[in-house]
């Protein structure tokens, strides 16, 4: 049986390099190659994909968010986070959004192929640098026996307090005056940083803290 296959990549060549690849293995089959989150979305209810092949930053909406829909809407549709990006935060946001692969785009080939056919199977399969990093964070999170808000910037701090209020990424952007983007990666920060899923439970853990109110 031939494992569908979606990719989502801003970048022509490297949408049109994976399909080469795939075209080499009988049992991959590519049934869409995209530049953006919201043609992916309009794409995989039409294709109804094994496996999306995703870059993290994409056209209007960056691909750990576009993850998180597809997981939540097409739980059956596995994804692969194939980037150039491999900080700890990034990794650790795609895996709590669902991703089921982590893999950097300076791996070979056959590294590709098994991250596709683990997660076909359901399984995961992490890139080996980024793996390593992972471990040394959580090392060193052992190590550290400080309470966890002492860990976050004044900047973080800040964040953490609009998040208590329910602010938007755009909504403090505009407050701090900072680009929205910069904002999102402040949240991730956090997530990783109190060890939290989402920005739910970040209010949540705030409001515990009676962090004080910013307007």
């Known amino acids: 049986m031939s494992i569908k296959l979606m990719i989502v990549d801003d970048h022509e060549i490297v949408r049109l390099g994976l399909a080469h690849l795939f075209k080499q293995y009988d049992n991959l089959d590519v049934t869409a190659c995209v530049d953006s989150a919201s043609e992916a979305m309009i794409k995989i209810e039409e294709m109804r994909p094994d496996v999306v092949i995703m870059d993290i930053r994409l056209k209007e909406e960056d691909g750990i968010e576009a993850c998180r829909k597809i997981s939540a809407t097409h739980p059956d549709t596995k994804v692969i986070i194939l980037t150039s990006y491999g900080e700890e935060d990034l990794v650790l946001e795609a895996i709590l959004a669902g991703a089921k692969g982590y893999v950097l ?21 992490l890139d080996t640098v980024v793996t390593s990093r992972l471990l040394n964070r959580v090392r060193k999170s052992a190590k550290n026996n400080q309470d966890a808000l002492e860990q976050l910037t004044d900047k973080e701090m800040k964040v953490l307090a609009f998040l208590a209020q329910g602010k938007t990424n755009r909504e403090i952007a505009k407050k701090i005056f900072l680009s929205e983007k910069t904002v999102r990666n402040y949240v991730s920060s956090i997530l990783s940083k ?12 705030a409001a515990r803290r009676n962090l004080p109110q910013k307007n």
């Open 194 to 205: 109190l060890n939290l899923a989402n920005r739910t439970e970040a209010a949540a853990y």
């Open 105 to 125: 785009k300076d791996v070979g080939n056959e590294e590709i192929v098994r991250a596709v056919r683990a997660a076909y199977k359901g399984e995961s399969l």
